[in-house]
C-alpha cells in the first residue's frame, strides 16, 4: 500500500552576497521530519557513499 511508503523531501536554500552564491544548503526531510541539513559539498559527498553502498548491494545480488 502506498501509504506505507517512506516519504523523502529536499529543500534547497541558496545564500548570496555581493560577489554571487554564498553557500547551497539542502534540508533531508523524512516522513516530514527533519533528517540532515547539510553544504553542497557534504551533500555530494553523502550521494557519493549512498551510489557506494547501493552498488555494492548489486554487486552482492549478482555475485560480482
Same mark, same amino acid.
Given at each position: 500500500?502506498?501509504?506505507?511508503?517512506?516519504? #523523502?523531501?529536499?529543500?534547497?536554500?541558496?545564500?548570496?552576497?555581493?560577489?554571487?552564491? &554564498?553557500?547551497?544548503? !539542502?534540508? @533531508? #526531510?523524512?516522513?516530514?521530519?527533519?533528517?540532515?541539513?547539510?553544504?553542497?559539498?557534504? &551533500?555530494?559527498?553523502? !550521494?557519493? @557513499?549512498?551510489?557506494?553502498?547501493?552498488?555494492?548491494?548489486?554487486?552482492?545480488?549478482?555475485?560480482?
Amino acid at each position: 500500500m502506498d501509504d506505507d511508503k517512506t516519504s #523523502f523531501n529536499v529543500q534547497k536554500t541558496a545564500y548570496y552576497n555581493e560577489k554571487g552564491l &554564498f553557500i547551497e544548503e !539542502y534540508q @533531508i #526531510f523524512m516522513n516530514g521530519r527533519d533528517s540532515i541539513m547539510c553544504p553542497r559539498e557534504d &551533500f555530494e559527498r553523502l !550521494y557519493k @557513499i549512498m551510489g557506494i553502498a547501493l552498488s555494492d548491494r548489486k554487486e552482492t545480488e549478482h555475485g560480482n
